[in-house]
Structures are given as C-alpha cells and as structure tokens.
C-alpha cells in the first residue's frame, strides 16, 4: 500500500481556478474515498515553502455541477491526508450595493438554501451533532482577511454567504428576498462544504470573489455565464495572490475550537456503532472511537 504524503493545509479552488500557480515539488495523488472519487485528483506541492493539497472543485474544465461535486469524497480525502485548515475560493454574486464585482469578501455567516446534498459524515448508526453558530474558522478568516488586503482588491470583512442550489441563478424575487434577510453575497458551493470541514475538525475560511450583482440590481445586467466569464481572470489572479501571502504565515498551531469540533458531539456508545462504520470515519473519528 502507498504512503500518502502529510499536508497540514488544503485548497478548494472554484469556478475558473483549477490549478495553483507557484506551486513548487508539484505531484498528484489518488486518495482512495468510502465515497467514491474526489473532483478531480489531488496535486500536491509547496507554496513559500509550505507543503498544500489543492482540489478544482468542478473538476479540470469545469464537468461539475455545484450539486454534483463529491464534497464527501473531498474533505474524507483531505482529511487522510492530514488536513487540518482548508481554504475554499468561491465565485459568487454579489447582494449588496457596497460589494462591487471584483471585490473580496471573506465571510462569517452562512445560510443554507441547498436541496439535494448529503450534508454529514454521520449516521449509519453513529450520531453526532457539531456546534455550527460560527461556521467559519475565526483564526483563519482574520488571517485570510489579513492576506487578501495585502493584494490590490477591495476586501470586506464578515458578512453572510447564502448558498443556493443551482445550477439555474436566482430569480429577481429570490435575489432581493434574500437582500431583505441581510445576505452579503450568494453562490453554490460553501455548502456542505462548511459542515463537513466542521465535522472533520478542519479551520475553514471562504474568500469569495464577486463576479456580478446576481439579479437585484436595478441599473447593471442580470448575472449571465458571460458576465462572470468577463471578471474570473481578475478574480483568479487576486485569489492566487492571497493564498501566497497567506500560506507562510500560518501559525504552525491552531488553537481554535475547531480542532476539537467533535469532542463533545458524539452521541453514540462506541460498542454500539457497527464495524464498517467506524472504518469509513476512521479518519475523521479515530481519536475518539477505535476499533
């Protein structure tokens, strides 16, 4: 059986990024996953000296829906590899006048408007229930932040990230009903994405590139493949700027909740969860529960 490689730190790259620039000792690896393939394979290399593990979400030239991505199979892959802070870049809308497209924004909130997505690792006679009030990393969204200033875009820190289903945008009543709730930006993907990071005890942080105004907007264009197409390039670029001020100034030590998400969340005795349950999540439970 092959050693896979330790990498302490991830990246989930979004629509229009599917392969980091600057990485150095660059390899890809199969990980093997209880659920089946991840995106695309995974490349691993160094970025300012710091070994990353980078999945395209969408896959290579984009052959994903949102509602299609393994994100299972993703995180439990990431997971085995030792990830313990994941980085997910986004393309989203923007609901807010004061989010131009072009502009940055690392969010802590969420609201989840997903239909059809498993959203846990749980079940199957094991039961756990993680905290989710706060489900961005704090550590690292102020880090996240600190990075993406240091770049040429316009950076707006919090805010709440409504994720949609998709594949279709919203309609012009769901983009300012959603305006009306007090959401920042809207997209596809950070969901489930958030709460399974949270159950594999990872630091997740979104960077959300806004390309469009959605459909609120009364003066711009509603959002269309085009005009996301037209502000990706400037997007990608600004995004892979952060991540190469960010990485090599991660603190070696986490120190937040986030490492130990699931201390108190199991809920099932151990002598009551079935075998093959516990070999699917062992990497994500083993320090809890062995066999």
């Not at 691993?44 to 969408?58: K, M, N, S, T, Y």
């Not at 009903?177 to 997209?187: E, Q, T």
């Not at 093959?276 to 439970?285: A, H, M, N, W, Y």
Request: net charge negative; proline share 7%.
């Amino acid at each position: 059986m092959t050693t896979q490689p330790t990498v302490k730190v991830g990246v989930l790259g979004g629509t229009g990024l599917y392969q980091m620039d600057g990485l150095k000792k660059v390899r890809e690896v199969e990980v093997p996953t209880p659920y089946g393939p991840t995106s695309d394979s995974i490349t691993i290399g160094e970025l300012g000296g710091v070994p990353i593990a980078f999945i395209p979400r969408h896959g290579k030239g984009h052959h994903l829906l949102p509602s299609e991505i393994p994100v299972r199979a993703n995180i439990h892959a990431l997971k085995t590899l030792g990830v313990e802070r994941l980085i997910s870049i986004s393309a989203v809308g923007s609901l807010s006048e004061k989010i131009a497209p072009l502009d940055m924004v690392v969010p802590d909130q969420l609201i989840d408007r997903t239909k059809t997505r498993p959203s846990t690792f749980f079940g199957d006679g094991l039961v756990a229930h993680v905290a989710f009030g706060d489900p961005f990393c704090p550590q690292l969204s102020e880090l996240l932040g600190d990075a993406a200033n240091d770049t040429e875009a316009k950076v707006h820190r919090g805010g709440t990230y409504l994720v949609m289903e998709g594949p279709a945008f919203s309609t012009r009543a769901e983009s300012n009903l959603y305006r009306s709730w007090g959401a920042s930006v809207i997209g596809m993907t950070a969901l489930p994405e958030a709460k399974l990071a949270r159950e594999a005890e990872m630091c997740f942080a979104v960077l959300a590139t806004a390309t469009d105004y959605d459909a609120w907007h009364e003066v711009h264009a509603d959002v269309t493949v085009q005009v996301i197409l037209a502000n990706l390039s400037k997007n990608v670029a600004a995004s892979q700027q952060a991540l190469r001020k960010l990485i090599p100034r991660l603190p070696e030590h986490r120190g937040c909740a986030c490492e130990s998400a699931l201390a108190n969340a199991l809920v099932t005795a151990k002598n009551l969860v079935p075998e093959d349950t516990l070999e699917r999540l062992s990497p994500i439970v083993g320090r809890y529960m062995t066999k």
